[in-house]
Structures are given as structure tokens and as C-alpha cells.
């Protein structure tokens, strides 16, 4: 027969209530009592039932996730070590990640999000690839539901995220490639209504008017963010009458795709035309030749989002809620004539 609260609380002596709260943490049963209740729990072979602690707390002891995506196909690189990170870090705090995907602002989208929050199918929600004007930030700020995002929708809406300095990554990008001797690069971007598209686009920009190389709109192309786009978005600039130099890619994905199709053309990368990524993923130092690119910690960054949500969600307002972090550049011979 499984061993319950109950045979804990006639072993120390104490109400099956005190013996209950001191198994879920909370804060009104003494830390010396806590500890004795653990170890007994735990010398007696003590399981918890979850569903009835999760009855008890009215909590579900989830986070959810929904991939913002067209379909699972195209799910980007960045998204697999996103994930892997927030899946390490929930399970450090025993809470499970239920994950879903569906395609960005669809209807399909929005039905998940009502149903998970309506049913309380999950404590708290994740979400990132931030729109300018985001409905999800609108619609779970507005639910007063617990939530932490990567970036800022500019919504005037004070809520726990993290953000990085893309537009300053990009800059550095330009201005080294500028010290390299190119001048003409190329910008592939993402959807115009990403924070990041944003973001990264002005960081091109600026670096285009600090070193003084011309602004030519032909040479700006966009992507979805996958390698078969960066792949025909580089065909579509080297077609050109005037095609670029270097190129410079929202995202390490697109910048595969783009190497891709120099390779075919018998350019040179490196020598003849320069590639540049973001994200800073494993790959990008093992392509031919390898890729700079800048480095955000990808990984960490999906940590560090569970761990400001559940402060959230358990109401720590010690926990630093908004999170800024700087990327590397990391300069490697996709650059270097």
C-alpha cells in the first residue's frame, strides 16, 4: 500500500494540513519543519499525487509554448535551441512545457491561446518572434495572465521580457565589413512586422550612414527566416545589374541559404562576396568556409524567460523583470578576403 500524507502526519505528529503545506513550500510552515517533513516523506518512500497537489494549489505546474510558425516544416534553427533551453530550466523547477504550433496571427493562433487560458491549461505563457503591436502581449496582458516574451512589442505595456540588443549586433556587422574593404552589402531582412526586422533593419541602416557606404533600396531583400528564402533572395540580388558584395542576413538560417547560392554561382564566399548571420548557432562555425555571425546565448536566453516567468506566476518581485543582453560578434572567414 503507497504511503500517504496522512501515515506522514501520524509519524511527526502533525496535522495532515501542516504536513500538506509543508510538502507544496508554502512560506507559513517553518523552514525546520519543511525540512522534517521531507525527510520523513522521503524515508518513507512518500510519492506525491500530482493531480491532487495541482487541485490543491490550482495550479497546473505548465508552462506553454505555442511556435510561432507557417508550418512545423519551417521551423527555424534558432527555435530548436530556444526550446531545449526553456525545457532544461522548467524541469529544474518541476514544471512540465507543453508546446504547440501554429501559424503566426492566425485564427488557428488565437483559439490556442483562448483555450489554454480559458481552461487554465497552463500557469503561464512564453512567447517570442514579438510583432510590432503584438496581439498575443495585448490579449494575455489584458487577461492579467502570467507571461514573459523576447522583446518589446511597443505596446506602452510594462511586462517581464527579454530583450537584446539586435540593432547595435547588426551595426558591428556592418562596420566590420566596411574594415574589410566591401562596399556594397546587401540586407536580408524578415517579415516587416517583426521586432526584430525592425530592429536588425536599423541597425543595417546606421551602419550604413557611420561608415558612409550608400543606401541602395535594391538591395535590400526580405525572407521568412528559413534558408530556402535566403537562398532565393540571394539569387534574386546577384541577378541584378548591380549585385552586392557582402550580404547580411537577419538570421543564421537565411545566411545558409545564401552561401548556398553563391557556392552554385562559383563566387567565392569570403573572397569574392561576404555573408554575415545572427543568431550565432552551433552550425555557423562548421559551414565552408564558417560564418560570422553574432552571437546571442540562444540557449540562455530561453532559461533565463522560464526563470522570470515563474518568479511571476509565484510572485517574487525581487526577480529583475526586464532582462537586456548584449550579443558578440564573432568574425570568422565568410568575411575575410
Known amino acids: ?17 501542516a504536513v500538506s503545506r509543508a510538502l507544496d513550500g508554502y512560506p507559513d510552515i517553518s523552514a525546520a519543519t519543511r525540512e522534517k517533513v521531507r525527510q520523513a516523506a522521503l524515508e518513507m518512500g512518500y510519492v506525491p499525487n500530482r493531480a491532487a497537489r495541482q487541485l490543491r494549489r490550482q495550479k497546473t505546474d505548465t508552462i506553454g509554448y505555442i511556435l510561432p510558425v507557417p508550418s512545423p516544416q ?23 512545457l507543453l508546446i504547440s504550433t501554429a501559424p503566426p496571427s492566425s485564427p488557428e493562433e488565437q483559439s490556442i491561446y483562448q483555450s489554454w487560458i480559458q481552461s487554465h491549461k497552463v500557469d503561464g505563457m512564453i512567447i517570442n518572434r514579438i510583432q510590432l503591436h503584438d496581439w498575443r502581449v495585448q490579449y494575455l496582458a489584458g487577461q492579467l495572465f502570467p507571461f514573459c516574451a523576447l522583446e518589446d512589442s511597443g505596446d506602452d505595456l510594462d511586462y517581464p521580457r527579454v530583450e537584446v540588443a539586435n540593432q547595435a549586433g547588426m551595426t558591428a556587422l556592418v562596420q566590420h565589413i566596411h574594415q574589410q574593404g566591401y562596399q556594397r552589402p546587401a540586407f536580408i531582412g524578415g517579415p516587416v512586422n517583426l521586432k526584430i526586422q525592425q530592429d536588425r533593419l536599423q541597425g543595417y541602416l546606421d551602419g550604413l550612414q557611420i561608415t558612409g557606404l550608400p543606401y541602395d533600396p ?9 534558408g530556402i528564402s535566403g ?16 550580404i547580411l542576413c537577419i538570421n543564421d538560417d537565411v545566411a545558409f541559404g545564401v552561401m548556398r547560392a553563391i557556392h552554385e554561382t562559383g563566387l567565392r564566399v569570403g573572397r569574392d562576396i561576404a555573408v554575415t548571420g ?4 552551433q552550425e555557423s562555425g562548421f559551414t565552408t568556409p564558417s560564418l560570422t555571425t553574432v552571437e546571442q546565448p540562444v540557449h540562455e536566453i530561453g532559461r533565463e524567460l522560464i526563470r522570470i516567468l515563474l518568479a511571476e506566476i509565484q510572485n517574487q518581485s525581487a526577480i529583475e523583470r526586464l532582462r537586456r543582453i548584449t550579443p558578440s560578434l564573432q568574425i570568422r572567414e565568410s568575411t575575410q578576403k
Open 1 to 17: 500500500m503507497s504511503v500517504t500524507i496522512r501515515d506522514i502526519a501520524r509519524k511527526l505528529n502533525l496535522s495532515i494540513t
Open 74 to 96: 519551417h521551423t527555424e534553427s534558432f527555435h530548436t535551441v530556444f526550446m531545449e533551453g526553456m525545457s532544461e530550466e522548467a524541469a529544474v523547477h518541476r514544471y512540465d
Open 278 to 281: 545572427f543568431d550565432g548557432l
Open 231 to 246: 537562398y532565393l533572395a540571394c539569387q534574386r540580388l546577384l541577378s541584378s545589374n548591380f549585385p552586392p558584395d557582402a
Open 218 to 226: 535594391l538591395l535590400v531583400e526580405t525572407s521568412d527566416l528559413t
